[in-house]
């Protein structure tokens, strides 16, 4: 068994942070299932955009889709990633299985032009869901306040939900809370709930790329906020999903949503590369790795079953001391949210150029 493999049984998770159609169609998506036990894949703007913008894997089907009437780069966006999504879901579909549908998941996000439109996000995501045709997807919302209130909507109607950009503990409680109330909602309504299932992306080394930008050289709390930001959101969960009001929505077939730690790449060459990981081992979690992660840790990664949940009084502890030094989490966070928006805008704008540059060579080839 080796350490990717030890996390399941720890009770974490491990999806994958790209997907790219050669990924499917080689068999390499399947070997990660079978031999390391990845078991979701999670993608977005940023990830399509490095998919679809390097190499030639999606010149053919540009190609065929504007022969065949497809003048718009959005609709080929679409088609070409929804396309995607439901080969990388059909991949994961025996662990969905086996799992009784607690696992085994494809995420598609929303456009990021919905970030803050509550209703408009609620009706694509519908659409989306529905246009994929597979039960073990999820619909990537922002975190914002517009999107905490999409989540508790489609919950209630049955959509799974993978609520990303989350930075701030605070913000991670109401998503939580919106997830319990939409499936109360949906109880309420004589809807089924065993079959609905969630994650809340928390993500992680982004807020120490941020922060350290803020802090002394010799500061002792460099590299060690994101990680402590995280075990507190992690004790959040805990207690959410305990207690009288979660425990009459577990008898009637409800899952917790899980929290899935994103962006666990490292970004500082002076930490470890598998800093991310480590430190946030814990049941009923999800890590989703970068490929260069994924592998770091297979080599050499090291597994303490319950790490997420050590040493949270220094956790509390590091984030006081954050303050002490001047620095507001809360800026921090809130910024990272508008920096993570704006670059997803970035990405597909950039994408659906590349689209359109392909479409007037077909123009110019069929002319």
Same mark, same amino acid.
Do not use: C
């Given at each position: 068994?080796?350490?990717?493999? =030890?996390?399941q ?5 491990i999806?994958? !942070? ?9 068999g ?6 079978r ?18 913008? =390097? ?14 009437g497809h ?7 679409? !088609? ?58 999820m ?34 409680k ?10 109360e ?8 709930? !065993?079959r ?16 350290d ?15 402590? &930001? ?37 970004? &500082?060459?002076?930490?470890?590369d ?7 081992v ?15 840790f297979? !080599?050499?990664?090291r ?12 956790a ?17 966070t ?21 689209i359109? =540059? &392909? ?9």
């Open positions: 068994m080796n350490s990717l493999q =030890q996390l049984s720890a009770g974490q998770s999806w994958l !942070d790209f997907l790219r159609r050669e990924m499917v169609t080689s390499h998506l399947e070997w990660l299932r031999e390391d036990g990845v078991t979701g894949v999670t993608s977005n703007p940023t990830i399509f955009n490095k998919a679809i913008s =390097q190499g030639s894997d999606y010149d053919n089907a540009i190609h065929d889709l504007a022969l065949a003048p718009e780069p959005h609709d080929i966006y679409y !088609d070409l990633a929804l396309a995607d999504v439901r080969m990388a879901a059909d991949v994961f579909r025996p662990v969905y299985e086996e799992t009784g549908g607690r696992d085994g998941f494809v995420s598609f996000e929303l456009d990021p032009g919905l970030a803050h439109n509550t209703a408009g996000s609620v009706a694509s995501a519908r659409v989306l869901f529905s246009e994929l045709g597979r039960a073990n997807t619909i990537k919302v922002p975190g914002t306040t517009e999107g905490v209130r999409a989540v508790e909507q489609l919950t209630t109607v049955g959509v799974n939900v993978n609520i990303t950009l989350l930075f701030s503990v605070q913000m991670y109401q998503v939580a809370l919106a997830y319990i109330a939409g499936l909602a949906r109880h309420r309504a004589g809807q089924s709930l !065993d609905i299932a969630s994650v809340a992306s928390f993500f992680v080394s982004r807020v120490d790329t941020a922060v930008r803020q802090l002394a050289e010799n500061s002792p709390i460099r590299g060690k906020v994101a990680i402590a &930001n995280s075990k507190l959101a992690y004790q959040q969960f805990r207690a959410i999903f305990s207690g009288d009001r979660w425990q009459a929505l577990v008898k009637a077939g409800a899952r917790p949503q899980r929290v899935l730690w994103a962006s666990t790449g490292t970004k &500082n060459p002076a930490y470890s598998v800093l991310y990981v480590e430190e946030l814990g049941p009923e979690t999800v890590n989703t790795m970068p490929e260069k992660t994924l592998e770091a297979r !080599d050499h990664g597994v303490r079953p319950t790490a997420v949940m050590e040493r949270t009084d220094e509390k502890t590091t984030l006081v001391h954050l303050a002490s030094h001047g620095v507001s989490l809360d800026t921090v809130g910024q990272l949210l508008e920096d993570g928006l704006k670059a997803f805008e970035a990405d597909l704008e950039q994408l659906l150029h590349v359109e =540059q &392909n479409l007037v060579e077909v123009r110019a080839a069929v002319s």
